[in-house]
């Protein structure tokens, strides 16, 4: 189908407006037919001379308004109906039959002037509480590198906590401003007395990646198979305070626990509970190069503040980047190739030797090159061979090494652990086998209750003869959805979590404390017999007469049209198309226009 556009690009309006009001306009005054196979994106990118993504945004903002549909591996249709015209506005109060309540959890509570003796202060890493300020403390430098889409102070709040950072909108930090003020939508509250300067450094940081993670895009997901969650089985009982479908330590909330008591300090204080069988260390893998191949290890010594040796000492900068070569530091992860844009990195597997430098890549059985990265020509002989097979870069990637540091996705010190039984849980809930490797994970345990990891946050373990403090959960990016075996993009984690549980947690992150050997085998002393529950589901959801859900590219919130968000004054059954353009994600405040259409598979 040829379609005739004209796209003015002196007019303010952009391409992708221009496109999808033309577009529009066609299939209302029957210039395309209802049902008619809409062109390519390709190929309608090569006729009106755009790039491809241009016109794949159009197409998704016609699907949201519902004049396009996606059909799987058929293509992009008009849609038989027109839909109705979209109201103006979608805020009005519910009333008593508006349906059940919206099953995705808010994160955070009503607003209101904090505990300042509250127990739950205690357990955050960095804590910016009011105090007496020193300006001259202030890390300005880091400051101004905070990422771009920033969302409101109170989405803020939210985001920090669950990285353990302790932000505070006006009114949770105690402050008051009498007008509806930019200032008050937008305005923290930092106090930073308390900390030292390089806590002040590092709790910046972590902010930072928090609202890099809150914000980050996936990538294109087509052809993938999105899980759908199996039927509940049960209710939470603190229905007062938390939706009934997950139970209250599941929801996306900071993982805080008042009771701190219970402790594992020695891997001499092994006594299980309950005659509880003793989670052991599974698999130990490091990643030498970032985005390639994991190396399995029998043992490792860990040293207390460190992170994996050799872990991510290697790197492929995108080309034009602005990582130095020689000097390299830590950056953030969109800097490099990886498999969260690059799937075609699991195409072959790798092998490094970190004592030689020697690098041998495999695909299949057969040996496709083998370079030392310690001389300039094996580098380049690398860098040509990632050019060649990453046909999306647009130059060479340069293969850089970190000066004393690493190249991890967090720039902390952290080892990431994940344990089989949740994965099995998932495996069994979902109907998909799922390789654990997708985790990308330091440690392996087995042994442990399915999501038991989350009730170690902020408390001790000791794995062999190591000690290590449970930072914080470790909440999964588009990578997850690359099969390390085939290099294909064949699931949707981050996506699928957030359908079944209103998270897209799943593993922990640990800080090792004290140094110590830890082998396959080894013993994992950890807090046991806290009555833990597994996480109930949510309930699976089908379109019923039209009604449709879509997804965050940043967060994976799920919008149902069939539950609307009572939380916010939006009543069950409204569209998505009728939400004000004003919108913004409730979980990380993107724009309603970085919504996609979600459709759950088999």
Known sequence: MQIPLLLDRSRPASLTSQIAEQLRDAILQGRIAPGARMPSSRKLAE??????????????????????????ASGVFATQRLPDRPQPSATAAPTSDAGPASPMPMPYGPLRAPDLVNQNRSRLAFDFFPGRPSAALFPLKTWRHLPPGVPDAPVLEGVARRARVGVYALASGGAYDAEASVLARRGIILGYAAL??????????????????????????????????????????????????LAPRFLQQPALRADTSRRASSRWNVAAE????????????????????????????????????????????????????????????????????DEALASVRTQLDVDTLELRIMQGNQQVLAANLGSESGRADVEEFYRALVTTLNGAPRLVRAQDGHFMDKPDNVLSLINLATVRSLEKQWGFEIDPLRFRANVYIDGAQPWEEFDWIGRDIVLGDALFRVDRRNGRCGATNVNPASGRRDLDIPGSLRAAFGHKDLGVYLVTRKTGEVSIGAPVTAPRGAGHLNPAPRPGVHAANGQRRFICRGCYFIYEEERGLPQQSIPAGTGFGALPDAWQCPDCGTEKTNFRPHVAGV
């Not at 893998?285 to 994991?294: E, F, Q, V």
């Not at 043992?299 to 460190?306: F, Y």
């Open 196 to 245: 030292l300067p390089r806590q002040i450094e590092q709790g910046i940081a972590r902010l930072s990646e928090a609202i890099d993670d809150a914000l980050e895009l996936p990538s294109a997901s087509a052809g993938m198979a999105v899980v759908r969650a199996a039927p509940a089985r049960g209710r939470a009982s603190d229905a007062a305070r938390h939706p009934a479908h």
């Open 274 to 341: 309950n005659d509880a069988p003793m989670p052991v260390v599974s698999a130990i893998y490091r990643y030498p190069i970032k985005g390639l191949s994991a190396q399995r290890l029998s043992s490792v010594v860990l040293h207390a503040g460190q992170p994996m040796p050799h872990d991510r000492a290697f790197a492929l900068a995108r080309p034009f980047s602005p990582v130095e070569s020689y000097a390299a530091k830590w950056a953030k992860k969109g800097l490099f190739v990886m498999l969260m844009l």
């Open 47 to 72: 006729q009106i001379d755009v790039s491809r993504n241009t016109v794949v945004r159009a197409y998704e903002w016609l699907t949201i308004e519902g004049y396009v549909e996606a059909r799987a």
